[in-house]
T-cell receptor, first 117, second 112 residues
């Protein structure tokens, strides 16, 4: 696609429910990132996918968070048993080249705003 | 510890003024540094990417410089306009780890 696409743009859920957030990266981009931005806070790294390599899950805050990337393209971030502190904007980004090639301009989607009541 | 710092947190200038935004980072062994702008309720828009071998990049009224030895980057905005009002973030990637590390941003207001 022309840009990184995320859905839904807004999600309101009740505490304890599971949610799925979707990211469709720019066509041909091999690297995909998920970040979280809480109100008034900086961007918090969650997970990184690069091609067929094992994902870097070092930023996931708890085992309630998981993500997958099917066919090297679309990614889904799943939050199980949501808590109020999960409320944030979840941002997805993709880049053309692996970070280690000293390239890899990062392009972001518009984000998915999650509100847990 | 790898950290990115942006000072000031907020800046207000009259229209037409030239201005400089600052980004500091620990550890000079970076791969690249990228500047973004974020409008309220929106995602991040890429402005400029500087690779570690480069000293500066220019796009229109924007010029970003990189000084690895001092751990600093500056974003220069010439002839500021009200439409430049946004939060500006810098992000750095290092040789260790896979993530981009973000500063907390500078909120810029250009007053007409």
């Amino acid at each position: 696609g022309a840009g990184v696409s995320q859905s839904p743009s807004n999600k309101v859920t009740e505490k304890g429910k599971d949610v799925e957030l979707r990211c469709d990266p720019i066509s041909g981009h091999t690297a995909l990132y998920w970040y979280r931005q809480s109100l008034g806070q900086g961007l918090e790294f969650l997970i990184y996918f690069q091609g067929n390599s094992a994902p870097d899950k070092s930023g996931l805050p708890s085992d309630r968070f998981s993500a997958e990337r099917t066919g090297g393209s679309v990614s889904t971030l799943t939050i199980q048993r949501t808590q109020q502190e999960d409320s944030a904007v979840y941002l997805c980004a993709s880049s053309l080249a692996p970070r280690s090639l000293q390239n890899g301009e990062l392009f972001f989607g518009e984000g998915s705003r999650l509100t847990v009541l | 510890k790898q950290e990115v710092t942006q000072i000031p947190a907020a800046l207000s200038v009259p229209e037409g003024e030239n201005l400089v935004l600052n980004c500091s980072f620990t550890d000079s062994a970076i791969y690249n540094l990228q500047w973004f702008r974020q409008d309220p309720g929106k995602g991040l828009t890429s402005l400029l990417l500087i690779q570690s071998s480069q000293r500066e990049q220019t796009s229109g009224r924007l010029n970003a410089s990189l000084d690895k030895s001092s751990g600093r980057s500056t974003l220069y905005i010439a002839a500021s306009q009200p439409g430049d009002s946004a939060t500006y973030l810098c992000a750095v990637t290092w040789s260790t780890g896979n993530q981009f590390y973000f500063g907390t941003g500078t909120s810029l207001t250009v007053i007409p």
